[in-house]
T-cell receptor
Framework: DQQVKQNSPSLSVQEGRISILNCDYTNSMFDYFLWYKKYPAEGPTFLISISSIKDKNEDGRFTVFLNKSAKHLSLHIVPSQPGDSAVYFCAATVYNFNKFYFGSGTKLNVKP | DSGVTQTPKHLITATGQRVTLRCSPRSGDLSVYWYQQSLDQGLQFLIQYYNGEERAKGNILERFSAQQFPDLHSELNLSSLELGDSALYFC?????????????FGDGTRLSIL
């Protein structure tokens, strides 16, 4: 049973525009969410996180939005750059529970 | 460079065999996690160790086992291998595994079962 879902396997965006990556979850117990970026032949790299007590967290060009009622989070990248081309995974956990549930990833292609 | 080292990078073996994957965590990290990523799938959490002790368990098969040694490196043992075990296996580490600390991932071991 997949508790974290990324329904868009891929996304293509023009350089300079906004990239919006979406993630849905089913477990209402999740209270902490993370985004990771993965380049080919490398392991995932932590990007940004958000606690369920917030609905927005921003770090430079990256902003994560959390809609608890819809069990939905999104990652906004503005402006998008070619170097952002990678696979993006969202992950969810229950704080202190130590099990992290990952989505299947969205491959972002930023075209110059 | 995440500081997490996984060996080997690639492993090719046959069904029924047994393999050991090795992970050295980032310096100072006490907690190690193992994940399996099958083709076009997300990362599936297998198991977590903290300072030598098992802390959390995911959907790890009984044919799989892991341990964390006193020097904090960890090994994932896969036995009676089946074709479906072909996957990327990632190790990650974090400082102490409390809260929801971001994990630092190694580059993975690609296991191919022929």
């Amino acid at each position: 049973d997949q508790q974290v879902k990324q329904n868009s396997p891929s996304l293509s965006v023009q350089e300079g525009r906004i990239s919006i990556l979406n993630c849905d979850y089913t477990n209402s117990m999740f209270d902490y969410f993370l985004w990771y970026k993965k380049y080919p032949a490398e392991g995932p790299t932590f990007l940004i996180s958000i606690s369920s007590i917030k609905d927005k967290n921003e770090d430079g060009r990256f902003t994560v939005f959390l809609n608890k009622s819809a069990k939905h989070l999104s990652l906004h990248i503005v402006p998008s750059q070619p170097g952002d081309s990678a696979v993006y995974f969202c992950a969810a956990t229950v704080y202190n529970f130590n099990k992290f549930y990952f989505g299947s990833g969205t491959k972002l292609n930023v075209k110059p | 460079d995440s500081g997490v080292t996984q060996t080997p990078k690639h492993l090719i073996t046959a069904t029924g065999q047994r393999v050991t994957l090795r992970c050295s965590p980032r310096s100072g990290d006490l907690s190690v996690y193992w994940y399996q990523q099958s083709l076009d799938q997300g990362l599936q959490f297998l198991i977590q160790y903290y300072n030598g002790e098992e802390r959390a368990k995911g959907n790890i098969l009984e044919r799989f086992s892991a341990q964390q040694f006193p020097d904090l490196h960890s090994e994932l043992n896969l036995s009676s291998l089946e074709l479906g075990d072909s996957a990327l296996y990632f190790c990650a580490s974090s400082v102490d595994g409390y809260g929801a600390q971001p994990q630092h991932f190694g580059d993975g071991t690609r296991l191919s079962i022929l």
